[in-house]
């Protein structure tokens, strides 16, 4: 491989590297699983990759007989990346965690691979892009999220009483992710409920539910 082309290669996999930490070092700084080593690596990773693709079979392109596509390779990449993005997303309290982070992943494959083709405003772009997204949104993001947490009930009437808890809760706009049920003596039971509240309501406010259902004995917050 003439002596230029290696140079361009070198300073397409540094430029990509940089990109991929300085996205994975966001990540990082919000503890998420994939940090600034994953997103360094899946940027490189995807440039070299990329690289090889465009010029590693230079040698034999033209040759008689020999038919080369590039796209196989960069296709490859971007399914590939597909169990990385996999291993970070859960499922926590019934609700979906690792979105952010596998999305990121997949798009650091991207940036990887603009800038291996050498289309660096893109791949520097795209970067940019994402760090805003990431940061500057995040704010937004947290106004309008829900908190969660875990609500305990024990109630005379199960099944009765289960009925005018979820009115309750529905007429306060409070969504019930996932619920446990735990049979008492006779009809009452006790009931844990993982719920998705909006941010202004009142935790204590829980409390009027002994004064608002006759069947609840006891509230756990």
Avoid at 7 to 25: P, S, Y
Avoid at 86 to 104: D, S, W
Wanted: hydrophobic fraction near 50%; charged fraction near 20%; proline fraction near 2%.
């Amino acid at each position: 491989m003439p002596e230029n082309i290696q140079m361009i290669c070198l300073v397409r996999l540094i430029v990509a590297a940089v990109c991929g930490l300085l996205i994975g070092v966001e990540r990082q700084t919000r503890m998420k699983g994939a940090g600034s080593r994953t997103h360094m690596m899946v940027s490189l990773g995807a440039a070299l990759m990329t690289l090889v693709s465009s010029y590693g079979f230079l040698p034999i392109v033209g040759a008689a007989g020999v038919s080369v596509d590039v796209s196989r390779v960069a296709a490859s990449i971007a399914a590939g990346i597909g169990f990385l993005g996999a291993g970070v997303i859960f499922v926590h309290r019934g609700g979906v965690v690792g979105l952010t982070t596998a999305a990121g992943l997949w798009t650091t494959t991207g940036v990887g691979m603009a800038i291996g083709c050498g289309m660096y405003a893109p791949g520097i772009t795209a970067t940019a892009l994402m760090l805003i997204a990431q940061v500057l949104l995040r704010g937004v993001e947290r106004r309008e999220k829900m908190q969660v947490t875990e609500l305990v009930v024990g109630l005379t009437d199960g099944k009765g009483d289960l009925v005018r808890l979820y009115d309750w809760l529905e007429q306060r706009k409070i969504i019930v992710r996932e619920i446990d049920l735990k049979r008492q003596e006779g009809n009452s039971v006790k009931i844990v409920l993982y719920i998705a509240m909006p941010r202004h309501f009142d935790k204590a406010d829980f409390l009027r539910l002994q004064e608002d259902i006759p069947g609840v004995q006891s509230v756990e917050i």
